[in-house]
């Protein structure tokens, strides 16, 4: 017979159970019996048998949180009273508090238990009451090194629910200033490499940021799943300071972050990371832009501006604007990067709004004519750098703010309003003075131009002003000097002469009249003599310097080559291509384009082959006609050139086809060529994928996914290349192939059954490649399964966007593996392809290629003898033979996903060595309903399915069925 203490204690855990109980009343109660015992061992021994029952139990069941929560409530209530009277250090307060260390005790000597649901619990409790206590709370040293060392060993465990409650049990345990502290190195490790989302979700909510930290918190904003990104965002928001931030890692956070796939994670950055970051800079925003550095990431700060718009009222934006003056203009002598960026970014925000916006947009921006004004007295003063000066660090960048200035006052003139002539007619006007200005940076063109060809809407109109820019660049006015000859001297000196001699003779004349007394006479030579002086000092005083007048002078020099081409190639991306090339951007190819492919200059090179490109797309008889010279390019230049002929062919093919290179080019073939055009090129392309230049193997990689998605190219070769590509770990650092590679991948295979076809024939090749590479190969590292995995998901048949009837490519691919298999059956690949075609997503309706299916599997499965090959061949084999066709699981969609070691979410953290470079998942499922990660899917009761609606009444009796209650089984107990 127990006694009545013992029957207490189990009352009140009965009555814990239930939700709406006082625990409060409970504690108080209970603590009021244990502190009336003068021998406590007794109390703390029913109490744990009390507490095994709850602890036993690993599903989240509402009455075991409950009593659980009440446990934690009653042990913590002996803490506070020590709290209360720390003072009084006497016995009695000693003794209270060791029912904590008591408790303590036991869960620490049942951490190591076999049943993960002991072990879950005694985390769990650990967690909350280590939570519960005081912030002054003092725990004995060796006791709580013992804690330490317990949960150091339960983060490792196999179960998510334990390392999640041991993580979260730590977190008071931790020592951000000693990098040495075992606990950061546990956060740190599961941060890393724990393949469950909710136990990293866990760390970041824990850790404490940093110098150590704050690195692997930053790189969680790029985690595989979408909860653990939103989390990292807000940890960075709320415990990071803007300061701690480098300015990489503030524009690498706010690009990723607004640009991310997942709204929820975007929301987070606009309604909290950057509020949070303001509010640190006491709210001033062109300090936040200072901090970002806008000259180098200016697209990145003017999407934080809009994020930022979109939250403010419109009083917010006029407080917070660029302080304009009177004029509607911010002071020359006071431009900064930050203001002009910030005052760009509103009138392009606000005139998105539309009529909406049209009266703030007259409160932001002048009249046409003043703003033109404006502008061209900036731009006058740009200065132009000097050879002497580029050296200068102080003058390069003064130079280089001024030019970031002025690009962002020629993206204002787009927001102006220049409907009406006379402003439209002055903006125009300074644009083209200004593209004419010999100090006009080059940076400053291509804006200027894009600018201009906004305004001027017809195509005619745009080719003859673009005509007449490039005329005055190439061909300027300049002041000519002519010299005199000297014949002309020669001349002059004669006639100087004769004057003189005609003197001379007056003279004598004049002087015999006036021997004569003819003085009317000597009066008129008297005057003859003056004018022949007057004459002859003229002449003399007549300067000999050369004669100057004005002519049309050519310029070939390289800056003024890469002006015009840049000119150029931005009208010819503004023309519609269905315009085809006129006289004018004809003559345009033949005097300037094709002389600078030419040029020693690469740069000029580069913008005139870029320019051909472009002039290519809107002629099939041009494109034809330089194809051969695009084709020398990509082999001979520089790599830079090589690239942007590269895109030009890209363009090319992707506009009128691979029959273009089946027309005969300019320079005649030789008959003895076996090997056509079309083949020669893309064997051309296929070698640059494995060119050592990291942009031209990019471009040709992009160019010829675009070619397979546009149906260009139909090839399976190809096609394993590039999947080959995508896995080599040498181009691991190169994110953009992976991306690309990794979108198309996805798109291509949804896009038809074709498609998947075409993917099944590239399988084997692909997999015979990586079997065959030698062991000195980057091959010989990626993980075959892997991309066998990635196979199966890309051909699954439920993953079409329009599913067919009928025979999956699966069907096919399944019957091409065993035939594999059947080539050899003693290969060590065989294991790979048994596992492949259990994954297959097989039509198990009765039919001829069921049965070709099932004779296959059945002859394999009679010569081979490994075990799991076996395993995995009855397993198909049954799947066929059952025949269920209306109760064949629907797989769940699959996509492709970014590189990260954190890929999978399996449960078992149990560490497998990986090759260096192996991308470690690539193909991800996503459930339409994300798993709980609380639950390890053990001893979880599971409810049958329902059909039809139900009932509030049906559904209610359905959940108390799943409840737990312990009363039944404490009463059994305690009565047996």
């Not at 909406?356 to 046409?368: S, V």
């Not at 003064?398 to 102006?416: A, D, P, S, Y």
């Not at 320019?611 to 006609?625: E, F, K, M, P, V």
Request: negative net charge.
């Amino acid at each position: 017979m127990r006694s009545d203490n013992e029957l207490e204690i189990q009352e009140i855990f009965n009555r814990a159970q239930k939700a709406h109980s006082n625990k409060s009343k409970l504690v108080a109660s209970l603590k009021n019996r244990y502190e009336k015992l003068e021998e406590k061992s007794e109390f703390q021994l029913e109490f744990l048998r009390c507490l095994k029952y709850v602890m036993i139990v690993y599903s989240r069941e509402p009455a075991v949180e409950n009593v659980i929560e009440f446990v934690v409530k009653f042990t913590v209530s002996f803490e506070s009273a020590v709290r209360d009277e720390e003072e009084e250090e006497d016995e009695e307060e000693e003794n209270d508090a060791s029912f904590l260390n008591f408790l303590l005790n036991f869960l620490l000597e049942s951490h190591t238990a076999n049943s993960h649901a002991v072990r879950f619990r005694v985390c769990q409790l650990i967690n909350m009451l280590l939570g519960s206590l005081s912030e002054n709370a003092q725990i004995d040293d060796e006791l709580c090194e013992r804690i330490h060392e317990a949960m150091l060993v339960r983060v490792t465990d196999k179960y998510p629910n334990v390392r999640i409650q041991a993580a979260l049990a730590m977190a008071r345990l931790q020592d951000p200033n000693d990098p040495h502290c075992p606990t950061i190195k546990a956060y740190l490790l599961l941060l890393e490499n724990d393949s469950n989302t909710e136990v990293r979700r866990a760390v970041l909510s824990c850790i404490a940021p940093s110098a150590l930290t704050l690195p692997k918190i930053f790189r969680r904003t790029r985690d595989i799943k979408e909860k653990v990104r939103k989390l990292a965002y807000q940890v960075l928001a709320e415990k990071v300071h803007i300061r701690a931030l480098t300015i990489a890692q503030r524009v690498s956070l706010l690009q990723d972050g607004l640009n991310d796939s997942s709204d929820s994670v975007k929301t987070v950055v606009r309604e909290c990371l950057l509020p949070s970051w303001l509010r640190l800079l006491d709210n001033d925003v062109l300090q936040l832009l200072h901090r970002l550095d806008v000259e180098n990431c200016a697209d990145t700060a003017v999407a934080a501006l809009q994020a930022l718009f979109t939250m403010a009222t419109i009083p917010d934006i006029l407080q917070d604007g660029a302080k304009l003056d009177d004029r509607k203009l911010i002071p020359v002598e006071v431009l900064s990067c930050e203001n002009v960026l910030y005052w760009r970014a509103l009138c392009e925000f606000v005139k998105s709004k539309g009529d909406e916006g049209e009266d703030l947009l007259d409160k932001l921006l002048p009249e046409p004519a003043i703003f033109a004004e404006y502008l061209y007295s900036y731009l006058k003063g740009v200065p132009c750098l000097e050879e002497d000066h580029r050296a200068d660090l102080t003058q390069l960048e003064l130079v280089m703010t001024k030019e970031f200035i002025g690009q962002q006052l020629v993206r204002l003139v787009g927001c102006l309003d220049t409907s009406e002539e006379g402003g439209r007619k002055r903006v125009l006007s300074v644009l083209q003075e200004m593209l004419l200005l010999p100090n006009t940076p080059l940076s400053l063109i291509g804006g200027l131009v894009q600018t201009l060809m906004g305004i001027l809407r017809d195509d005619q109109q745009r080719i003859t002003v673009m005509a007449e820019i490039i005329s005055d660049l190439r061909e300027p006015i300049v002041p000519v000097t002519e010299t005199v000859d000297e014949n002309e001297k020669r001349k002059k000196q004669v006639k100087i002469a004769e004057l003189k001699v005609c003197m001379m003779e007056c003279k004598t004349e004049m002087e015999e009249c006036v021997k004569r007394e003819d003085f009317v006479r000597a009066a008129e030579l008297k005057e003859s003599i003056a004018r022949l002086e007057d004459q002859r000092i003229q002449l003399e005083l007549e300067p000999e310097s050369d004669h100057i007048k004005e002519q049309r002078a050519e310029k070939n020099d390289p800056e003024t080559l890469l002006k015009c081409l840049t000119v150029c190639a931005e009208v010819l991306k503004q023309m519609k291509i269905s315009r085809g090339i006129c006289p004018t951007i004809s003559g345009l190819i033949e005097s300037l384009i094709l002389p600078s492919v030419s040029s020693p200059s690469s740069a000029v090179r580069n913008m005139a082959v870029v320019c051909l490109g472009t002039a290519a797309l809107h002629s099939r008889d041009l494109a034809n006609t330089h194809l051969v010279l695009l084709l020398q390019i990509m082999q001979l230049d520089e790599p830079k050139i090589r690239v942007s002929a590269l895109k030009a062919l890209i363009d090319q093919l992707l506009l009128n086809g691979l029959g273009l290179l089946q027309e005969k080019p300019s320079e005649p073939r030789d008959p003895e060529d076996e090997e056509s055009p079309v083949q020669n090129v893309l064997k051309m392309l296929s070698d640059f994928l494995d060119s050592e230049v990291c942009e031209l193997r990019t471009e040709a990689a992009e160019g010829l996914a675009k070619l397979m998605h546009c149906d260009r190219i139909v090839s399976a070769k190809l096609l394993s290349r590039l999947i080959l590509l995508w896995y080599n770990p040498l181009t691991e650092e190169d994110q953009r192939l992976r991306h690309c590679l990794g979108v198309f991948l996805q798109l291509y295979s949804r896009e038809s059954r074709a498609h998947q076809q075409c993917v099944e024939e590239s399988f084997l090749m692909t997999m015979r490649t990586l079997f065959k590479a030698p062991v000195t190969s980057p091959l010989s590292e990626i993980d075959f399964s892997n991309v066998a995995e990635l196979y199966t998901e890309l051909t699954r048949p439920s993953t079409l966007t329009a599913p067919v009837q009928g025979l999956s490519v699966h069907d096919s691919l399944a019957v091409r593996v065993c035939n594999e298999i059947l080539r050899d059956i003693e290969a060590p690949e065989v294991r790979l392809y048994c596992k492949t075609l259990a994954n297959l997503e097989l039509n198990t309706e009765p039919g001829s290629a069921n049965q070709e299916l099932q004779e296959l599997l059945t002859s394999i499965l009679q010569k081979v003898k490994d075990k799991v090959c076996v395993r995995a061949l009855e397993k198909v084999l049954n799947q066929l033979k059952r025949n269920p066709p209306s109760t064949q699981s629907v797989p769940q969609e699959s996509v492709l996903t970014a590189v990260d070691e954190n890929g999978s979410d399996t449960e078992d953290l149990r560490p497998k060595r990986q090759k260096r470079g192996v991308k470690k998942s690539s193909v991800k499922k996503i459930d339409v309903k994300d798993r709980s990660d609380d639950s390890d899917e053990e001893n979880v009761p599971e409810v049958p399915p329902v059909c039809g609606r139900q009932t509030r009444s049906s559904k209610a009796a359905v959940l108390d069925k799943t409840k737990q209650d312990l009363s039944a089984l404490l009463s059994q107990e305690a009565t047996s």
